[in-house]
C-alpha cells in the first residue's frame, strides 16, 4: 500500500523489526505485564528489557504506567486497532474502487459486448 | 458467511476483506457480467486507469498507466498525490491466463507481496477473488501498522486541504 515517510512509520517499522520485540506485541496481547515479569519470560536483564520496551513506548506501541515500583506494559492503543483500521482501509477502497469498475462493466456490456477480450 | 443478497443490481454486491492466516489479504465481490467482460476491464490500460484509483477514497491521480498483462509482461502505475508528490508502483506480471487469473509482483518495497486475481464464473456472473500474499508476517505487519498508521494520518491531511483549511 501507500507508503509516505513519516519518522512515526519509520519508529514503528524500526520497533518491529526485531523479532524479541514482536514476541513482547503478542505477549501484551494476551495480557498486560510487568517489565521484570517481560524480562524473566524472555530471560533478559532488566535493562535489556528496558530498552526494548523503551523503543516499542517511543513507536506508540507500548503504553508503561508507573505504580510504586512497578512499571506495568500494555498494548498502545494504536496496536490493537491498526488491524481493524487496516481491514476498514482496504474495504472503503476496494468499495470504491468496485463501484467504479461496476461502471466500466455495465458499459462494456451495454456496447453489446460478447464477452470476448479484445 | 452472510447470506449473498439476492437482488440484481451490482449496488447489492457486497465487497468483502478478510484477514487469512498470518501473512494473507483477501477481498472478494461479486461482479454481474461474464468473466471475459470483468477481465477485459482489468487487463486493458485505458479501461483499468478509469477504476483502479478512486479519487474520493485515496486524494490521488493516477498520472502514468503501463500495463503488458501477459506472462513475464511489467506494469508501473504512478500516483500523483498533490503536495506530497508522486509515488510509483512498479512489478511484473508472474502468470495471466486470459479471463481467469492475473498474478503479479509488487517491487516498490523491501517485502512485496504477491498479488493474485482469479476471475470465478458463477450463474453468468463474475465472482473475483482478489488475494495478496506478504513474504512473511512481519513485512504483513509493516504493511498493516504502515498503512493503518499512516493513511488515516493523510486523509485527515486531505480532508482538511479539501475543505480549506490548509494553511
Known amino acids: ?15 518491529l523489526s526485531d523479532a524479541t520485540r514482536r514476541g513482547i506485541i503478542v505477549q501484551l496481547g494476551q495480557a498486560d505485564a510487568s517489565i521484570t515479569s517481560l524480562a524473566d519470560r524472555f530471560e533478559m536483564t532488566l535493562t535489556g528489557m528496558k530498552k ?4 516499542l513506548e517511543r513507536a506508540g506501541l507500548v503504553v508503561t504506567h508507573k505504580a510504586g515500583r512497578v512499571r506495568t506494559c500494555r498494548l498502545g492503543p494504536r496496536g490493537l486497532r491498526a488491524e481493524a483500521e487496516w481491514i476498514e482501509l482496504h474495504r472503503t477502497l476496494f468499495e470504491d474502487r468496485y463501484a ?8 462494456i456490456n451495454q456496447e453489446g459486448s460478447d464477452g470476448s477480450a479484445g | 458467511m452472510d447470506q449473498q443478497d439476492k437482488d440484481t443490481g451490482s449496488a447489492r454486491n457486497r465487497t468483502v476483506v478478510e484477514r487469512k492466516g498470518d501473512r494473507e489479504l483477501v477481498v472478494t465481490r461479486t461482479f454481474d457480467a461474464p468473466p471475459g467482460v470483468v477481465y477485459r476491464a482489468w487487463s486493458q490500460p485505458e479501461l483499468f486507469r478509469r477504476w483502479w484509483m478512486p479519487r474520493s477514497v485515496s486524494g490521488v491521480a493516477l498520472v502514468a498507466c503501463d500495463m503488458d498483462v501477459r506472462t513475464g509482461g511489467k506494469y508501473r502505475l504512478e500516483f500523483s498525490a498533490g503536495d506530497a508528490g508522486t509515488m510509483a508502483f512498479y512489478g511484473k506480471y508472474l502468470e495471466v491466463v486470459p479471463n481467469e487469473r492475473i498474478v503479479w509482483t509488487n517491487d516498490e518495497g523491501e517485502a512485496g507481496a504477491i498479488t493474485t486475481v482469479t476471475f470465478e464464473e458463477q450463474d453468468g456472473k463474475t465472482l473475483l477473488r482478489f488475494h495478496e500474499a506478504y513474504p512473511s508476517e512481519a513485512a504483513l505487519e509493516e504493511a498493516l501498522q504502515g498503512s493503518a498508521a499512516g493513511l488515516p494520518e493523510q486523509l485527515d491531511q486531505l480532508e482538511e486541504l479539501l475543505a480549506g483549511g490548509g494553511g
Open chain 1, 1 to 15: 500500500m501507500v507508503q509516505c515517510s513519516s519518522p512515526r512509520l519509520d519508529r514503528s517499522f524500526a520497533a
Open chain 1, 52 to 55: 526494548h520496551v523503551d523503543v
Open chain 1, 100 to 107: 467504479a469498475l461496476d461502471a466500466v462493466i455495465s458499459e
